[in-house]
């Protein structure tokens, strides 16, 4: 697999990008139109549907669209990926989700992860969050990877894989700005004093991000400038400079 560390997840979930299945469907979602075409000619938004998944709580079908104020399930095995206006989506197995309203049914203001994974590219725009039990993102047009892990109490592990994201976790606080991962852990009780902790890159690839980006006709930062970090989790390009969240104390 070759990108970031492995923690509870298999190698097999991180490689959709590679199966035919998904190459094939990708490029019928760009060569139609992608997103635009799609909702102008009131097309599905799901890119691919692998296993099974529930919409509102019903058995979803891959001709059928996801829009805000949805709540959104997958089963073990399945996997969901799927694109609202300028962001794109890709659900792992067991995920819980809901898309939450913002000015219109096209766009989404909250995506609240009640437990699972999801890596997430989102376009520019303002007024728009990640929600976990232990943590808020605001969100102003970046790449992510959030997993809330029902087995430590809702811990929450979330990367900025590149732009800008303010964190919240209770009291503590910190802008992530990010040039390539820059990873935390969003703790359900303080450690050292922190609830945000650092962490180090794990459980998503850059071709992920990269696959995600092109559905909405986007790019990732490193395939702009063309650089790529250390897989640490620190968020920089340059291997010298430490996670944010070490060059501050905790609060007390």
């Known amino acids: 697999m070759g990108e970031h560390g492995l923690e509870g997840r298999s190698e097999d979930a991180l490689l959709w990008t590679r199966r035919r299945g998904f190459l094939h469907a990708a490029a019928a979602w760009t060569a139609m139109g992608g997103w635009a075409a799609a909702h102008a000619q009131q097309r599905s938004n799901v890119v691919e549907l692998r296993g099974d998944a529930l919409l509102n709580g019903q058995a979803l079908r891959?001709?059928?669209t996801i829009q805000s104020g949805d709540r959104v399930e997958t089963g073990p095995g399945g996997h969901l990926i799927f694109v609202v206006g300028n962001s794109a989506?890709?659900?792992?197995?067991?995920?819980?989700i809901r898309v939450e309203?913002?000015?219109?049914?096209?766009?989404?203001?909250?995506?609240?992860i009640v437990t699972g994974a999801v890596v997430s590219v989102w376009g520019k725009g303002s007024s728009r969050q990640i929600v976990t039990?232990?943590?808020?993102?605001?969100?102003r047009g970046t790449g992510l990877y959030t997993e809330v892990r029902p087995d430590e109490n809702l811990r929450t592990y979330f990367c900025n894989c590149y732009g800008t994201v303010d964190l919240s976790a209770g009291r503590d606080a910190t802008t992530s700005r990010a040039e390539y991962h820059?990873?935390?852990?969003?703790?359900?009780?303080?450690?050292?004093g922190r609830l945000l902790t650092?962490?180090?890159a794990i459980n998503h690839t850059d071709e992920e991000l990269e696959y995600l980006a092109a559905?909405?006709?986007?790019?990732?930062?490193?395939?702009v400038t063309g650089r790529r970090g250390a897989k640490e989790g620190t968020g920089y390009t340059d291997p010298t400079v430490p996670h944010p969240l070490l060059q501050q104390p905790p609060r007390r």
Do not use: C, K, M, Y
Not at 89 to 96: K, M, P, Q, Y
Not at 101 to 112: H, K, M, P, Q
Not at 133 to 139: E, F, R
């Open 215 to 223: 559905l909405v006709g986007q790019r990732t930062a490193w395939e």
């Open 133 to 139: 039990p232990t943590l808020t993102a605001g969100i």
């Open 101 to 112: 309203r913002g000015e219109t049914l096209n766009v989404v203001s909250v995506l609240r």
């Open 62 to 64: 891959q001709e059928q």
């Open 182 to 192: 820059q990873s935390f852990w969003a703790e359900p009780a303080p450690r050292d």
């Open 89 to 96: 989506w890709h659900l792992r197995e067991n995920t819980s």
């Open 198 to 200: 650092p962490a180090r």
